[in-house]
């Protein structure tokens, strides 16, 4: 029997095993090995040398935020804990006195978990704003941006800068200038979304160039990163929140802040995984290693977005299929309705979420004809 389409954010190799970098492994064995490494407790702000390398792998080096000191980095147990540690700092980003509750917008659809992870920190007032029109396939702009226009100032609006989940449909360059010039005119707060950095072109500074972007416009932002999927460390949760803040004046104040925030969630994170990420992303040799395979991780995973596309249109399957292949990253939305959803998780053990989105990189040489075949028939079996 076939199973298909594991509903996580899980990167999955070929043999439909959770992916391991051989570099990662070999960091680990050299750490392990190293007897000037001491177990110890970090700070509640995490491993120094890794958030300075993951704050220069989303800005830039020659970011002019790092060179002015207003940028704080702050290691997390995770991207989820990075959402959460964001959420709670924006309750006193504007007023320390005074509680903001709202309202955050977040795309349509999104990972389901965002609005809980807001509502946790005490703010209630989530929105949506419109994203992924399933008539045409693709990201729909000029509802995107009318839902914006209207948004009250001082809104946070939750972007993923790179592999959007769960459609897998990134916005463009063009795009996202549009929507720096309307954050700006509007004065909104962007709360940026690097989930799966370097899974998504192969590169982790194109990953990031939006946020590159809303920096240099000189808007301030929250930015939170995984290094979990890029570096195989599952097990380790390596996540990052990034605040650029307006002054260099502001950031005692932030620092203390999301100091008091984290003793009070997770007291310090694990340094495993954080020393694995900042020992690769500081050295240039183990960089190079570390790009070529994450490299043939992404082409492996728009390899199977093209066959999938051409295996649909060779069964006959109704629909124009192009969007496959214009998404990126591990996510990709099919385009499948509730009704064919079920179908295909009832009668052919496929499990996509309801919106119709599918874990791209569970699919592979063994079970892809199944999948497409799978798909045909919810098309086009009377249900």
Known sequence: MNNVGQLTSVKWDEEGKTFELHLTGKIKQQLSADPTLRPEYLSSLGLTKFTQRATEVALGKRSQ????NRVLGVHTPGFTAAMRLGAELLRHWYDVNAAWCGPVYLSSPCDDSLAGIFQAAGIQDIREYYY????QRDICLDKLLED??????QSVVVLAASAHCPTGADLSQNQWAVITQLI????LFPFLMLPAQALCYGDLERD??????????????LCAQSFSHCFGLYGEAVGHLLCVLKHNSLLLS?????DKIVKSLWSQPSVGGARVVATVLSNPAHLVEWQGEVKHIVERCMLIREVLRERLRLLGTPGCWDHLTQQRGLYCCMGLNGQQVEFLSKWRHVYLLPSGCLNVS???GRNLSYVAESIHLALTTSL
Do not use: H, M
């Open 65 to 68: 935020a790092i060179l002015e």
């Open 132 to 135: 992924w029109d399933d008539k």
């Open 148 to 153: 914006l226009e209207t948004a009250p100032e």
């Open 184 to 187: 700006l005119r509007r004065r």
């Open 208 to 221: 990031a160039w939006p946020v590159q972007l809303c920096a240099s416009n000189g808007i301030e932002l």
């Open 254 to 258: 932030v620092q203390s802040q999301a």
């Open 362 to 364: 569970a699919i592979n």
